[in-house]
């Protein structure tokens, strides 16, 4: 069975079997374990946990991810793909904080039903999960992180990968750092600019990856500053790059300061583009910047969720489930990161008297999966990345995201 032949039943039945049982609400609000309309009292219980940024600036994206989990577990629940089990998804707030993750991480590990886990949304947060739920044979799908070091290693020249359990339906900071500086340089036409990173995981990886290709490709980066992320005002910043006459400026960060940034580099009259990842892409970076915002950019893995014939199943039955808050930027990747783990639990539930039991042969079976997703073909390679290398950049117009340019990254 293809991964989505379960929504063309419509999104009429799982509606009705949404609301017959009360689960019109968010994924974690009490309605949120995955119950399907047809389970037995004999069935077993199984367990996807979520760990995600719940509460806090990140919430949409982290609330994004779960309700989108809970919606491949209703379905395959309500379709009875695994025979003689339940699944319930068991979502756990990570703050974006790494050792409020890494709590997270042990509470799910130290549930004996719990057998993988979708998340986390921030690389940072990924290099305390991880580990956790590797030594505890759990399965670990991210639909968002990009840092290269989590599936790599440390060493770009010698990559080894570092936890046998850890996959991503997302692309990485080696490929989306070097989609921006081609769009910027070679669509754009801008030649120089100013970078600015957060001084995380994340922000920093992408500065790194994007220089190295805006240069290669003959740009020039006429400075590069960093900002505490836990700061609001960013003057002296945005003076010292002023300074420089940048034709754009180039972020690593998040949404929660690249609004900011942008809002308070217009008003300091350094009136270029603000570029940024996937981790700027949402309406929420928009109503931080304000309405200078326009011409704003940034890039986002996969192609527009909205514009793929592939995704359409995933966004009716989404609206249809009644969910209060938008599937936001990994809402595709986090339905199929889900269904990677429902995938390969097929294979290692199948003649299993109990979940512990069944953890390594989950991650050994994700090697093999293969399915047509919402965002296209899923499937991982050798170090668990996706095969997948689209990315989207988008420019902000009119006060909304718009995309203008959707590509497969491919080496030069």
């Not at 010292?240 to 580099?265: D, F, I, R, T």
Request: charged share 25%; with cysteine; net charge negative.
């Amino acid at each position: 069975m293809t991964k989505r032949s379960v929504i063309s039943a419509g999104a009429t039945l799982l509606a009705m079997s949404m609301a017959l049982s009360a689960c019109g609400t968010r994924g974690g609000d009490g309605g949120g374990d995955g119950a399907g309309s047809g389970g037995g009292g004999d069935e077993k219980v199984v367990k996807i946990g979520v760990i995600a940024p719940l509460s806090g600036d990140l919430s949409a994206l982290g609330k994004g991810i779960e309700n989108s989990v809970d919606l491949a577990v209703k379905e395959a629940n309500e379709s009875g793909e695994l025979e003689g089990w339940k699944i319930e998804v068991a979502a756990e707030d990570d703050q974006a904080n790494p050792d409020v993750g890494k709590n997270a991480a042990s509470k799910l590990a130290g549930d004996k039903d719990v057998i993988g886990v979708v998340g986390t949304l921030n690389s940072s947060v990924a290099g305390t999960v991880a580990p956790v739920l590797n030594t505890a044979k759990i399965v670990e799908v991210s639909p968002a992180n990009t840092g290269v070091s989590l599936t790599k290693g440390e060493d770009p020249n010698n990559p080894q990968r570092p936890y046998a359990n850890y996959f991503r339906t997302c692309t990485t900071d080696a490929v989306q750092g070097p989609f921006a500086a081609r769009y910027l340089f070679e669509k754009a036409g801008i030649k120089e600019v100013a970078t600015i990173h957060d001084k995380k995981a994340y922000g920093q990886g992408l500065v790194e990856s994007f220089t190295s290709e805006f240069e290669k490709l003959g740009g020039k980066v006429v400075a590069a500053e960093t900002i505490n992320p836990d700061d609001d005002k960013y003057d002296a910043v945005v003076t010292s790059v002023k300074a420089k006459n940048p034709k754009a400026v180039y972020y690593g960060g998040e949404y929660p300061q690249a609004g900011p940034l942008s809002q308070q580099m217009k008003a300091q009259g350094l009136d270029v583009p603000l570029m940024g990842g996937d981790g700027i892409f949402s309406p929420e970076f928009v109503k931080l910047a304000g309405k200078n915002s326009n011409g704003d950019l940034a890039t986002s893995i996969g192609a527009p969720t909205e514009k793929l014939d592939s995704a359409k199943a995933f966004v009716d039955a989404y609206e249809a489930g009644g969910y209060s808050d938008p599937y936001e930027a990994y809402g595709a990747q986090s339905y199929d990161a889900a269904n990677a783990i429902i995938e390969a639990m097929k294979v290692s539930l199948k003649d299993a008297d109990d979940v512990e039991g069944a953890r390594q042969a989950t991650i050994d079976a994700m090697k093999d999966v293969s399915f047509d997703g919402a965002t296209g073909k899923v499937a991982f390679d050798e170090f668990g990345d996706t095969t997948t290398r689209v990315l989207t950049a988008y420019e902000v117009k009119d006060g909304k995201w718009t995309d203008v340019s959707t590509e497969e990254f491919t080496e030069k």
